[in-house]
């Protein structure tokens, strides 16, 4: 049997203050809190495990990859979002348009550590 890897089961995410990003990744954004063990917080991200960690004291944040969140209906989640304070970098905009019709739309903003998050949603073919 060929060998193939399964679904992202979690990914990591620094934060200065692990209190604050719990939050707002919960109360703001509405992600279901898994547990948090001292300076380690996890949420699930339906199905994949978000797990933030502080950063050390001092050390650049870096660069890190950006979350793009699943939504069924992208401007719905906007204007619920903007309602809970999220700060969008724009609105929500097609990105692009598959042969089929079916077209992938984005909107950005960032957590309090400035992090760079996306919604996203595939609207079909009308």
């Not at 097609?94 to 957590?111: L, N």
């Amino acid at each position: 049997m060929e060998f193939r890897l399964g679904g992202i089961g979690q990914v990591a995410r620094h934060v200065s203050d692990i209190g604050r990003a719990v939050d707002w990744y919960g109360g703001v954004l509405g992600l279901p809190h898994l547990y948090t063990y001292g300076d380690l917080a996890f949420f699930d991200c339906g199905g994949t495990r978000l797990f933030l960690s502080r950063r050390e004291d001092g050390a650049a944040p870096g660069e890190q990859s950006i979350i793009y969140f699943r939504v069924p209906d992208i401007h719905a989640a906007h204007e619920r979002l903007t309602a809970r304070g999220v700060t969008f970098e724009g609105a929500p905009h097609m990105i692009f348009r598959h042969a089929d019709g079916v077209e992938e739309w984005m909107a950005f903003f960032t957590d309090p550590d400035g992090g760079l998050l996306a919604v996203m949603a595939q609207t079909p073919a009308g």
